[in-house]
């Protein structure tokens, strides 16, 4: 069975789109096709890593000297199928991408990825792909030779400090998602799902006045949640109801952000935004 089939075809339940006027084109992921070599765009990873760890200006130039291949790719648009030998490390610009296996007729989002965000980091170590990623939504992304991303890493041991800094969080926010689908009810866990992504793209700068854009479907949060779309269209109807926010047209407000938390329980201890964690050199 072909892995891309089902997560191409949950059309019947997405959102409409959003004008977003405040956010800019590249959030909207309306900038143009590229796919000539550019310096790597690393201003949202950069951000993210000034806040929580700080970033020296040498190892911010050494990444920006780093060569990318963007690209931009559609809706529900494979990255990589599970089987895949990786060539490349991929960073995302904008837009969303999801890991996911097939489990018999069921697809399982593992994870999440944003803007800011190396979806495939393990690669540098394990070249075949264990699972799928797919595009959300458009997205785009800038891809990075293996061997020169490991180069850099080589004659930077501060950088590997970091590379290495950011598997270990996408461990540490894998193991939440494993308490979040087997240990929280409906509501905690849809909720806190949520504020995970509110925290993480708040730390790249891409929420305002408590808002944010998602082009997630109820079928792709049940499908991240473990329950189905019937249940996530009730939970979610329950915390409009609540007035804890609001999500039309592709956008959640967070109406009441603190009401929410408590809902889900929600601590953000394990993301490491803004924590000047600084790793061990």
């Not at 590249?26 to 070599?37: D, E, Q």
């Not at 909720?191 to 700068?205: K, Q």
Request: charged share 25%; aromatic share 6%; proline share 4%.
């Amino acid at each position: 069975m072909d892995v891309a089939i089902n997560l191409a075809t949950q059309h019947a339940s997405s959102f409409q789109d959003f004008p977003g006027k405040k956010l800019s084109a590249i959030a909207l992921g309306r900038c143009p096709l590229l796919s000539t070599w550019e310096p790597m765009p690393t201003t949202l990873f950069a951000r993210r890593l000034r806040e929580a760890i700080g970033l020296s200006p040498e190892d911010h130039g050494a990444l920006k000297s780093l060569r990318v291949t963007e690209r931009t790719i559609g809706n529900r648009e494979l990255l990589c199928r599970e089987g895949d030998v990786a060539r490349h490390c991929t960073v995302v610009i904008s837009g969303f991408l999801a890991k996911y296996k097939i489990i018999g007729d069921r697809e399982q989002i593992l994870a999440l990825h944003v803007s800011g965000d190396f979806p495939d980091l393990q690669t540098l170590q394990l070249r075949t792909l264990d699972h799928n990623i797919i595009s959300i939504g458009r997205s785009r992304i800038g891809q990075i030779s293996i061997s020169e991303l490991q180069g850099l890493l080589d004659a930077r041991p501060s950088l590997a400090h970091v590379f290495w800094r950011e598997t270990l969080i996408e461990a540490a926010i894998f193991r939440e998602w494993v308490c979040n689908v087997a240990a929280r009810d409906a509501s905690g866990n849809i909720a806190h799902l949520i504020c995970e992504l509110a925290a993480r793209l708040e730390a790249v700068g891409m929420v305002q006045d408590d808002s944010f854009q998602i082009p997630l479907t109820q079928q792709d949060i049940a499908n991240a949640s473990g329950i189905s779309a019937v249940h996530v269209n009730r939970t979610l109807r329950d915390l409009r109801n609540r007035n804890l926010m609001s999500w039309e047209n592709r956008t959640i407000r967070l109406l009441d952000f603190d009401g929410l938390k408590k809902v889900a329980d929600f601590h953000p201890d394990y993301l490491h935004l803004g924590l000047r964690d600084r790793p061990h050199r």
